[in-house]
């Protein structure tokens, strides 16, 4: 036999089989020849066992004359490779051994396939490959497959870039690191005798852009299905007609998609798509004089537009996020010269007119108002003596104000009543008003002896404070917290079905609600319900909600790959996550929510932090309790168990 194997050395000194991808390179060469042979043989003589970690080539637990043929089957063709499979790994938040998608040949060399990268984490997958899959029923599956992985040359993930895409990228048997891809949809060419990968970008066809009008125009309302098409020659300039309810205000704004009528949450749908006025008010008055002129949009914390009957030509140009409006504004008759207060001092009476305010004698357009008892929250707005008599109140001419809440103690008005109540806050102290309104440029101010409450200026964190139907509205809900001054808060609570953010705990004077990851002074209740970790920022005016359906902990103390977690039950009496007889080892763990990486804490167990450092932990048997809040209190206890 031994003869036999030094000719065949001759015959097959140039291997055809890449030692990265082929088993049956014992020596680790790169290449299967007669020397892999020779080198199981010695084994088996007992004269070197250099090579005996990699000389069960057949796999079958044991060096024996078998490894001997299933090599010369190889050098002679006879046999089906095992590696004939290449499967790619990864693509998702957690890692398999036992799960790849399968690449495609035709000669055992070239491989392809169609990479549907995933968003696992910040917009971008890990994957690499495997010429062999672990079995499901295997207790040590990444073991398995160790000999058979392979992937990018690098110190370190390697980040698939515009300049390596088309490039041949080197593939590695020692040391590999996985590839980082952003989402999206890519071909894999991988060549295994050469062992590089060409990774190229398949550019998705762009559906047609189009536009429609959503609110209260051409007879439509607010409906996430429904809106008015706009018309385009070019994909970048669109136009429509419209026209305003005949009496009142009109508000409408913009969308890029509708949703499906079948849908649960139209709203959500289409948020990513939508887009409005760029302004800092409630809604964007658009007056007689900006008609002509360019009007500016925007898609992050947009605003509706507000118009009065008439009949107007839109013209949007996507490119420079601009809108321009012609057409003429339908004549109104004139309310009457009388105006009443209407809120808390009269109970939102829309019957009693004994809160009149007077009229300057020296310029007519010009009303003024003393008001006396204001203890407590007191909100109002302003209606004309044509509400009274309109039949329905609140379709008469009412001024109104910028924000729901807390609004500056002068400024514009906003015409119509769709725009908010002002409200002067109880812990204001206050004791009277005296407001004044100008109906010709549509202005207020306002005196009074209270004052807004200071907030600590040595505090590290600023909060506020959730009021909604799970505490019946009390403000006692939660709280989440920024970095002073920062206006970006973040934090966990459990939710009814809705809530709103409070500036002062129990105060409505300044509150934030809204819709589709839109804030708005004073705006809608938030749709939310469970355990949910929130984030409200106040300068993009933009919140998120992430639902927590899990909580486990993570590390190699408790499992040496980090792949498996121990879970912890929320106990809703003690607002903690909490398990008994954790049983770890000395090293690091984490804790993290819902089964991956996107919200997880690391740090000192009486301060922990969002991606904090790993924390070292002794060997033990513990009872561990995790109490999450808001930023400065999220803490955790690791109490040795009896």
């Known amino acids: 036999m031994f003869a036999v194997v030094l000719a065949v050395a001759g015959i097959f000194a140039i291997s055809h089989y890449s030692a990265a991808a082929v088993n049956g390179d014992v020596t680790g060469d790169g290449a299967v020849t007669a020397a892999d042979v020779t080198a199981v043989y010695d084994i088996l003589l007992g004269n070197n066992t250099e090579y005996e970690a990699t000389a069960d080539v057949n796999g079958d637990g044991s060096v024996t004359a078998a490894d001997v043929t299933f090599i010369y089957d190889i050098l002679l063709g006879n046999t089906p490779q095992e590696n004939e499979h290449v499967y790619i790994l990864g693509n998702a938040a957690e890692w398999t051994?036992?799960?790849?998608?399968?690449m495609t040949t035709e000669d055992g060399v070239i491989y392809t396939a169609t990479l549907e990268a995933q968003n696992v984490s910040d917009g971008y997958s890990w994957f690499g490959f495997t010429t062999k899959l672990a079995d499901a029923t295997s207790e040590t599956p990444w073991d398995d497959i160790a000999a058979y992985r392979f992937g990018a040359v690098s110190e370190g993930d390697f980040l698939v870039t515009n300049e390596t895409?088309?490039?041949?990228?080197?593939?590695?048997?020692?040391?590999?690191?996985?590839?980082?891809?952003?989402?999206?949809?890519?071909?894999?060419?991988?060549n295994l005798n050469e062992m590089t990968l060409v990774i190229t970008k398949v550019e998705e066809p762009q559906p047609e852009t189009q536009v429609w009008i959503l609110g209260e125009?051409?007879?439509?309302?607010w409906d996430p299905t429904t809106g008015v098409e706009m018309t385009t020659e070019d994909g970048n300039i669109f136009t429509a007609q419209i026209t305003t309810k005949e009496t009142g205000y009109s508000y409408f704004s913009f969308t890029k998609k509708l949703a499906d009528a079948?849908?649960?949450?139209?709203?959500?749908?289409?948020?990513?798509?939508?887009?409005?006025?760029?302004?800092?008010?409630?809604?964007?008055l658009v007056t007689e004089e900006m008609l002509g002129t360019e009007l500016p949009m925007t898609d992050i914390g947009y605003l509706a537009y507000q118009m009065a009957p008439g009949t107007f030509n839109l013209s949007l140009n996507l490119e420079t996020m601009k809108l321009t409006i012609t057409g003429e504004f339908t004549p109104q008759p004139q309310p009457e010269n009388n105006w009443y207060l209407i809120g808390t001092n009269n109970g939102w009476s829309t019957s009693d007119m004994s809160y009149k305010f007077t009229q300057s004698t020296e310029n007519e357009n010009v009303y003024s108002i003393h008001v006396d008892n204001v203890s407590g929250e007191f909100w109002f707005k302003i209606a004309n003596e044509d509400c009274y008599t309109a039949g329905d109140f609140w379709s008469g001419t009412i001024l109104s104000f910028a924000n729901n809440g807390v609004n500056p103690l002068s400024g514009n008005l906003v015409q119509g009543n769709q725009g908010g109540a002002f409200c002067l806050p109880a812990n204001y102290n206050a004791t009277y008003l005296d407001i004044t309104i100008d109906v010709e440029n549509f202005t207020y101010s306002i005196t009074t002896d209270g004052q807004e409450p200071q907030v600590d200026p040595t505090a590290e964190y600023d909060y506020l404070y959730i009021a909604g139907d799970a505490?019946?509205?009390?403000?006692?809900?939660?709280?989440?917290?920024?970095?002073?001054?920062?206006?970006?808060?973040?934090?966990f609570f459990t939710a009814g079905t809705k809530f709103k953010f409070q500036k002062f705990q129990g105060d409505w004077g300044t509150n934030?609600?809204?819709?589709?990851?839109?804030?708005?002074?004073?705006?809608?209740?938030?749709?939310a319900s469970g355990l949910v970790y929130v984030n409200a920022n106040l300068n993009s005016m933009t919140y998120s909600i992430t639902n927590i359906t899990s909580m486990g902990i993570i590390g190699d103390a408790f499992n040496?790959?980090?792949?498996?977690?121990?879970?912890?039950?929320?106990?809703?009496?003690?607002?903690?996550?909490?398990?008994?007889?954790?049983?770890?080892?000395?090293?690091?763990?984490?804790?993290?929510?819902?089964?991956?990486?996107?919200?997880?804490f690391g740090g000192a167990l009486d301060n922990l932090t969002i991606n904090g450092e790993?924390?070292?932990?002794?060997?033990?048997?513990?009872?561990?309790?995790?109490?999450?809040?808001?930023?400065?209190e999220y803490t955790a206890t690791l109490t040795p168990a009896n």
């Not at 125009?217 to 309302?221: A, C, P, Y």
């Not at 819709?515 to 708005?520: E, I, K, R």
């Open 97 to 102: 051994a036992t799960q790849g998608q399968e």
């Open 165 to 190: 895409l088309g490039t041949a990228i080197t593939l590695t048997k020692e040391g590999y690191q996985a590839f980082q891809i952003a989402a999206g949809k890519y071909e894999l060419i991988l």
């Open 217 to 221: 125009v051409n007879g439509n309302s």
């Open 262 to 284: 079948t849908s649960e949450t139209p709203w959500d749908d289409i948020a990513d798509y939508r887009f409005g006025a760029l302004g800092e008010e409630m809604n964007f």
């Open 471 to 491: 505490d019946n509205w009390a403000g006692n809900g939660g709280k989440v917290a920024s970095v002073k001054d920062a206006n970006d808060y973040y934090g």
């Open 512 to 527: 934030w609600g809204g819709s589709n990851g839109t804030l708005v002074a004073g705006g809608a209740d938030i749709e």
């Open 560 to 600: 040496a790959d980090w792949a498996t977690e121990a879970p912890l039950t929320y106990n809703a009496e003690t607002g903690a996550w909490e398990a008994t007889g954790v049983v770890l080892t000395a090293g690091t763990i984490k804790f993290r929510a819902n089964g991956n990486w996107d919200i997880n």
């Open 614 to 632: 790993n924390i070292t932990v002794e060997a033990g048997t513990y009872n561990v309790s995790l109490k999450l809040v808001c930023p400065g």
